[in-house]
């Protein structure tokens, strides 16, 4: 049990820690380019009506899946 709660730290500092990696790269601005578009990307639903706003990042997901394969795949060997 303690070895799984020892995991279950790492991972969520590992999260946190992209967290702010992504928080300080957007507050870089447009200084590079590509950092300003993620969670902006052509296939995003974003719907606003009203006072209603509804925002999937649907392409944002993907790419991120596909980059967090390819490095969980190279970490493998």
Not at 11 to 28: E, T
């Amino acid at each position: 049990m303690a070895a799984l709660g020892k995991v279950l730290i790492f991972a969520g500092l590992l999260i946190a820690l992209c967290g702010v990696g992504l928080w300080v790269l957007s507050n870089i601005g447009t200084s590079v380019p590509f950092v300003g578009r993620i969670g902006r990307l052509p296939g995003d639903i974003y719907i606003k009506r009203g006072n209603f706003t509804f925002y999937f990042p649907l392409m944002t997901s993907i790419i991120a899946s596909i980059v967090l394969t390819i490095i969980f795949a190279l970490l493998r060997r």
